[in-house]
């Protein structure tokens, strides 16, 4: 599986080798060799670069915080499908929005689970969007009241059309 890696201002593409848990940095600004063991479950690892040893220790609170050798740095990791979903049009899958939902790529919705008027809680299910053969489900992004809803099932929505307001 392919990974972006954002530490500062530098990205490090990766892909998580088979088998042992090896890596396979596929970075320009990467050159040589990179081995990853994990040596303790919950987040301690071996990183063998260019022949020296490291010991990572990745911490996942509200971001995620990777120790070097002593040193602690936030990365953004992005998945394969958050990488597609970037390359889709969407800015951030994991921002938080309010008030206005702006539709983030075109598709077709197949299902609304709420009503004008519903109370909506932060992670609620909203509603199931087909794109690219793929089905994505909206979830509240916050918690409030549905005030408004711009669509009906079964109709298609543009990319940056207005869904549905949340207040």
Do not use: C
Request: without cysteine.
């Amino acid at each position: 599986m392919k990974f972006l890696a954002k530490i500062q201002d530098q990205e490090i593409r990766f892909e998580l080798g088979t088998g042992n848990g090896s890596l396979k940095a596929l970075s320009e600004h990467f050159k040589g060799s990179l081995d990853l063991q994990l040596i303790y479950p919950g987040g301690v690892y071996s990183l063998i670069l260019n022949h020296r040893s490291h010991i990572i220790t990745v911490r996942n609170n509200d971001e995620l915080n990777v120790q070097v050798d002593g040193v602690t740095t936030p990365v953004t990791l992005l998945d394969e499908m958050a990488l597609q979903l970037e390359a889709m049009g969407w800015e951030n899958v994991n921002e938080k929005r309010v008030g206005h939902i702006i539709a983030q790529i075109p598709g077709l919705v197949t299902h609304i689970f709420k009503s004008v008027g519903d109370a909506v809680t932060e992670g609620d299910p909203l509603l199931i969007m087909e794109a690219m053969k793929m089905e994505n489900e909206l979830k509240a992004p916050t918690s409030g009241i549905l005030q408004a809803l711009h669509i009906k099932t079964g109709e298609t929505v543009d990319k940056g059309q207005l869904i549905l307001e949340i207040v």
